[in-house]
C-alpha cells in the first residue's frame, strides 16, 4: 500500500524558514513533488525532483527561495523554504509520479500526502 505522508509545517513569520519532509513507503517512483492550495485558489505547482537523477524544477514564484531534494536511502523528499512570505500560506502537498511524466502538471501524480499547512504571517 503506498503512502505519503507529510511533516514539517506551521507558522512562521514572513523572511523566516521551514522544511518540509514527505516520507514515502510502498514503492519507488519515477517523480516525486510538491504542490500548495490557499483557500479559494487551485492547487498549484512548486517544485519537483526526479527520484533517479535528482533533476529539479521550480514554479518561478519559489525559484532561489525555495529547495527541494530527496534522500533516496530514507524514500523521503524535502522541500526547504526560506525567505518565506504571507502569500506562501497554504497547505503544502506531496505528489509521487509511477510512471514517465513531466511532473509539472497535477493530472501527471497518482498519489498524494494528506497536506501539511504552512501559514506565513506578516
Known amino acids: 500500500q503506498v503512502q505519503l505522508v507529510e511533516s514539517g509545517g506551521g507558522l512562521v513569520q514572513a523572511g523566516g524558514s521551514l522544511r518540509l519532509s514527505c516520507a514515502a513507503s510502498g514503492r519507488t517512483f519515477y517523480i516525486m513533488g510538491w504542490f500548495r492550495q490557499a483557500p479559494g485558489k487551485e492547487r498549484e505547482f512548486v517544485a519537483r525532483i526526479s527520484w533517479t537523477t535528482g533533476a529539479t524544477l521550480y514554479a518561478d514564484s519559489v525559484k532561489d527561495r525555495f529547495t527541494i531534494s530527496r534522500d533516496n536511502a530514507k524514500n523521503t523528499m524535502y522541500l526547504r523554504m526560506n525567505s518565506l512570505k504571507p502569500e506562501d500560506t497554504a497547505v503544502y502537498y506531496c505528489?509521487?509520479?509511477?510512471?514517465?511524466?513531466?511532473?509539472?502538471?497535477?493530472?501527471?501524480?497518482?498519489?498524494w500526502g494528506q497536506g501539511t499547512q504552512v501559514t506565513v504571517s506578516s
Open positions: 505528489g509521487a509520479v509511477a510512471r514517465y511524466s513531466s511532473g509539472r502538471y497535477y493530472s501527471d501524480y497518482d498519489y
